[in-house]
């Protein structure tokens, strides 16, 4: 079935520590994007992808980094300098033609204790 | 920067009651879509409108793009507890890819 893998599901940090959440799509989708979504907060956008090896700062881009090197993958890097880093976050991808609709995967929830 | 309101951020009715929630965006949009997210899951695609004007339904759901396609609204008609969840709408800005979506609107129906 294709779709969006996000891992891990849950994950555990230290104040102080970069972490690294992965995405990955084998619905053969050029776009990719990273949200955060805090309660009552709605998502906000942090990094876009239109295709491979480009990439664009969304809403939210600082303290995080992200990199586009296959079609696939589009990892996002938590680093230490993002000040409050726990939050739900929710990779999409879409064609960059026709409709456009975002396809979400499952999300990966961060908290840094 | 582009910006995506939604209004109520809550709403609690009883089953069978209806329900709207509305979509306001700062710039025009090139679409609007609408997801649901159920508690603990993520969004959902529901459905994409594209034309100025455009109203479109989903069962007991309607759903209309404006004049100036910078707002939007979603109707439920006799809302069931399985209509929970929180409802978003979001959209690319003309010209970009950059999907920009508004704060939500949690529905809570009490059987």
């Known amino acids: 079935d294709g779709g969006i893998t996000q891992s891990p599901k849950y994950l555990f940090r230290k104040e102080g520590q970069n972490v690294t959440l992965s995405c990955e799509q084998n619905?053969?989708?050029?776009?990719m994007y990273w949200y955060r979504q805090d309660p009552g907060q709605g998502l906000r956008l942090i990094y876009y992808s239109q295709i491979v090896n480009d990439f664009q700062k969304g809403d939210i881009a600082e303290g995080y980094s992200v990199s586009r090197e296959k079609k696939e993958s589009f990892p996002l890097t938590v680093t230490s300098a993002q000040k409050n880093p726990t939050a739900f976050y929710l990779c999409?991808?879409?064609?960059?033609?026709?409709?456009?609709?975002?396809?979400f995967g499952a999300g990966s929830r961060l908290t840094v204790l | 920067g582009q910006q995506v309101m939604q209004i109520p951020q809550y709403q609690h009715v009883q089953e069978g009651e209806d329900f709207t929630t509305y979509c306001n965006s700062s710039t025009t949009l090139s679409n609007i879509q609408w997801y649901k997210q159920r508690p603990g899951g993520h969004p959902v695609f529901l459905i994409q409108?594209?034309?100025?004007?455009e109203v479109k339904k989903q069962k007991r759901l309607t759903f209309q793009f404006g004049e100036a396609k910078k707002n939007s609204s979603l109707h439920i008609t006799a809302t069931q507890t399985t209509d929970v969840g929180t409802y978003f709408c979001?959209?690319?800005?003309?010209?970009?890819?950059?999907?920009?979506f508004g704060t939500g609107t949690r529905l809570k129906v009490l059987a």
């Open positions: 409108l594209v034309k100025s004007g």
């Open positions: 979001g959209g690319p800005a003309s010209g970009t890819y950059k999907y920009i």
């Open positions: 619905l053969n989708h050029d776009a």
């Open positions: 999409a991808s879409s064609t960059r033609s026709g409709a456009n609709v975002l396809t």
